[in-house]
């Protein structure tokens, strides 16, 4: 039986860390798109389809636990989560439970692990204040800031922050934002645009224009 979010998968039940350790190797490039708590995770769907064209792509998203109440079917603009697995080049979505499916034994894969050895790319769209706070202190409380955590700085990650324009303007945006730019080079930051934000505030805090960043991301997927 194939699990809750593995699209596409047949055959006898494997655990997710398995499957992607299996899948290393398999000649096409890897995209981890993962989305947090911000109400631009809506756009998620809109992004994955963009690649829909794209042979010989693979993509893993993950989504925080804050990002799943955006995507509950509550609207046509957003669909549930596990929808998201019946997307073109989809073949799984990742929750933070999908880490303990199983009892971890030795030998045991390892779901964090794998996806960073997986991923050629991590594109975070959105994210939060609250990952940001969490990925530049060096947390790992979840699925997503473990595999930041882990990360394997050779390979780029791609960061589009969306939050309240006064999140933005925080003097500790700032202070994260230049521990980025100064001690972690693979991070690209997508800076937010300037436009009315879904709580009605008028500012920079929406995400990035979503064509801009399928843009930059098809760019680093081709030289990674
Ligand atoms: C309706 C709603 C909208 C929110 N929108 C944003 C947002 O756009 N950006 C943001 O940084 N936080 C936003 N938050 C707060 C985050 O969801 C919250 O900080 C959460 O803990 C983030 O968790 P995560 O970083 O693990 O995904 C929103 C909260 C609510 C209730």
Redesign the pocket.
């Known amino acids: 039986m194939a699990t809750r979010h593995e699209a596409g998968v047949q055959g006898p039940y494997r655990v997710p860390a398995a499957v992607v350790s299996d899948a290393i190797n398999d000649s096409k490039k890897h995209l981890l798109l993962a989305a947090?708590?911000?109400?631009?995770t809506i756009k998620l769907p809109l992004i994955i389809s963009s690649f829909e064209n794209h042979t010989n792509l693979s993509i893993r998203v993950v989504v925080?636990?804050?990002?799943t109440?955006?995507l509950a079917g509550q609207s046509l603009e957003q669909p549930t989560v596990s929808s998201l697995a019946l997307l073109p080049n989809v073949d799984a979505v990742y929750l933070d439970e999908d880490e303990w499916i199983e009892p971890w034994t030795r030998h045991s894969k390892i779901l964090h692990i794998e996806l960073r050895r997986w991923a050629h790319l991590l594109a975070i769209v959105?994210m939060?204040?609250?990952?940001?706070a969490?990925a530049t202190g060096g947390l790992c409380d979840?699925l997503?800031?473990n595999v930041i955590r882990a990360w394997d700085v050779k390979r780029a990650i791609i960061a589009a922050?969306?939050?309240?324009q006064m999140?933005w303007e925080s003097p500790i945006t700032a202070k994260q934002l230049a521990l980025l730019a100064e001690e972690w080079d693979c991070f690209e930051i997508l800076s937010p645009q300037v436009k009315q934000?879904?709580?009605g505030d008028v500012g920079q805090?929406a995400m990035c224009d979503w064509h801009e960043i399928v843009a930059v991301i098809e760019k680093r997927l081709a030289s990674a």
């Open positions: 947090s708590g911000s109400v631009a925080t636990k804050a990002a109440q955006f959105p939060s204040a609250n990952l940001l969490k979840d997503l800031t922050p969306a939050m309240n999140m934000l879904a709580c805090g």
